[in-house]
Protein backbone atom coordinates (compact mmCIF):
# COMPACT_ATOMS: atom_id res chain seq x y z
CA UNK A 1 0.00 0.00 0.00
CA UNK A 2 1.22 3.35 -1.00
CA UNK A 3 1.35 6.05 1.62
CA UNK A 4 0.18 9.56 0.61
CA UNK A 5 2.99 12.09 0.77
CA UNK A 6 1.99 15.36 3.12
CA UNK A 7 2.39 18.52 1.53
CA UNK A 8 3.70 21.59 3.87
CA UNK A 9 1.62 24.21 4.75
CA UNK A 10 3.22 27.20 3.03
CA UNK A 11 2.66 30.58 4.74
CA UNK A 12 3.00 33.94 2.30
CA UNK A 13 5.02 36.29 3.47
CA UNK A 14 4.62 39.13 1.54
CA UNK A 15 2.05 41.21 3.22
CA UNK A 16 4.49 40.93 6.29
CA UNK A 17 7.07 42.10 4.43
CA UNK A 18 5.20 44.93 2.82
CA UNK A 19 4.18 45.81 6.43
CA UNK A 20 7.69 45.95 7.85
CA UNK A 21 8.76 47.96 4.50
CA UNK A 22 6.00 50.69 5.43
CA UNK A 23 6.95 51.04 9.47
CA UNK A 24 10.32 51.55 8.33
CA UNK A 25 9.69 54.51 5.99
CA UNK A 26 7.47 55.84 9.14
CA UNK A 27 10.04 55.70 11.66
CA UNK A 28 12.50 57.31 9.57
CA UNK A 29 10.37 60.02 8.43
CA UNK A 30 9.61 60.61 12.07
CA UNK A 31 12.89 60.46 13.27
CA UNK A 32 13.58 63.36 10.38
CA UNK A 33 10.87 65.27 12.00
CA UNK A 34 12.01 65.18 15.52
CA UNK A 35 16.11 66.19 14.66
CA UNK A 36 14.67 69.77 13.12
CA UNK A 37 13.38 71.02 15.98
CA UNK A 38 15.16 73.06 18.38
CA UNK A 39 14.32 73.78 22.32
CA UNK A 40 14.04 77.16 22.73
CA UNK A 41 11.98 78.98 25.10
CA UNK A 42 10.91 81.98 23.57
CA UNK A 43 9.27 84.88 25.40
CA UNK A 44 5.40 85.75 24.36
CA UNK A 45 4.48 88.52 23.02
CA UNK A 46 3.32 89.29 19.02
CA UNK A 47 5.76 88.92 16.53
CA UNK A 48 5.75 91.76 13.73
CA UNK A 49 5.41 90.06 10.32
CA UNK A 50 7.77 89.10 7.93
CA UNK A 51 8.57 89.28 4.36
CA UNK A 52 7.75 86.66 2.31
CA UNK A 53 11.55 85.03 2.02
CA UNK A 54 12.37 82.82 4.48
CA UNK A 55 14.33 84.17 7.23
CA UNK A 56 17.78 83.03 8.53
CA UNK A 57 16.89 82.19 12.60
CA UNK A 58 20.16 83.23 14.33
CA UNK A 59 19.53 80.80 17.95
CA UNK A 60 21.05 82.31 21.30
CA UNK A 61 20.35 79.12 23.71
CA UNK A 62 20.02 79.90 27.00
CA UNK A 63 23.64 78.27 27.25
CA UNK A 64 25.11 81.94 25.09
CA UNK A 65 26.18 79.36 22.66
CA UNK A 66 24.81 80.24 18.72
CA UNK A 67 22.80 78.45 15.97
CA UNK A 68 22.34 79.87 12.73
CA UNK A 69 19.45 78.36 10.80
CA UNK A 70 19.75 75.31 12.86
CA UNK A 71 23.38 74.64 13.22
CA UNK A 72 25.69 75.49 15.99
CA UNK A 73 28.51 78.58 14.77
CA UNK A 74 31.04 79.92 16.70
CA UNK A 75 30.79 84.16 17.19
CA UNK A 76 33.82 84.25 15.00
CA UNK A 77 32.24 82.65 12.17
CA UNK A 78 29.18 85.09 12.19
CA UNK A 79 29.90 88.01 10.28
CA UNK A 80 31.13 85.78 7.32
CA UNK A 81 27.02 84.08 7.56
CA UNK A 82 25.95 87.27 8.29
CA UNK A 83 27.50 88.96 5.18
CA UNK A 84 26.24 86.35 3.04
CA UNK A 85 23.00 86.88 4.23
CA UNK A 86 22.98 90.76 3.79
CA UNK A 87 24.32 89.92 0.40
CA UNK A 88 21.16 87.72 -0.86
CA UNK A 89 19.05 89.98 1.06
CA UNK A 90 17.96 87.61 3.56
CA UNK A 91 16.13 88.74 6.87
CA UNK A 92 17.59 87.21 9.79
CA UNK A 93 15.08 86.40 12.78
CA UNK A 94 16.92 86.42 16.21
CA UNK A 95 15.31 83.34 18.47
CA UNK A 96 16.45 84.16 22.15
CA UNK A 97 15.40 81.31 24.56
CA UNK A 98 14.34 83.49 27.55
CA UNK A 99 16.04 81.84 30.37
CA UNK A 100 19.06 83.49 28.09
CA UNK A 101 21.17 86.28 29.60
CA UNK A 102 19.89 89.70 28.27
CA UNK A 103 23.50 91.11 27.60
CA UNK A 104 23.75 87.72 25.21
CA UNK A 105 21.17 89.16 23.18
CA UNK A 106 22.00 92.55 22.82
CA UNK A 107 25.69 91.66 22.39
CA UNK A 108 24.00 89.80 19.65
CA UNK A 109 21.95 92.50 18.25
CA UNK A 110 24.78 95.62 18.63
CA UNK A 111 27.05 92.97 16.20
CA UNK A 112 24.69 92.70 13.87
CA UNK A 113 24.12 96.46 13.23
CA UNK A 114 28.10 96.91 13.02
CA UNK A 115 27.63 94.27 10.72
CA UNK A 116 25.62 96.30 8.63
CA UNK A 117 22.16 94.54 9.38
CA UNK A 118 19.44 97.04 9.75
CA UNK A 119 16.68 95.10 10.09
CA UNK A 120 16.24 92.78 12.66
CA UNK A 121 12.87 90.98 14.27
CA UNK A 122 12.58 89.36 17.09
CA UNK A 123 11.17 85.61 17.65
CA UNK A 124 8.27 85.30 20.63
CA UNK A 125 5.80 82.49 20.59
CA UNK A 126 2.21 83.66 19.93
CA UNK A 127 0.02 85.13 23.14
CA UNK A 128 -2.73 82.67 22.94
CA UNK A 129 -6.38 84.17 23.01
CA UNK A 130 -8.16 83.91 26.44
Known amino acids: MRRARRRGVEVDITPLIDMMFMLIIFFMLTTAF ?4 LNVDLP ?4 PPLSEKNPIVLTVESDSSLLWSGERIARGDLPKAVAGAVDKSQDILVAGDKSARYGDVAELLELLRTLGVTDVTLAFEEEQPQ
Request: no cysteine; net charge neutral; glycine share 24%.
Open 34 to 37: VQGT
Open 44 to 47: IGSP
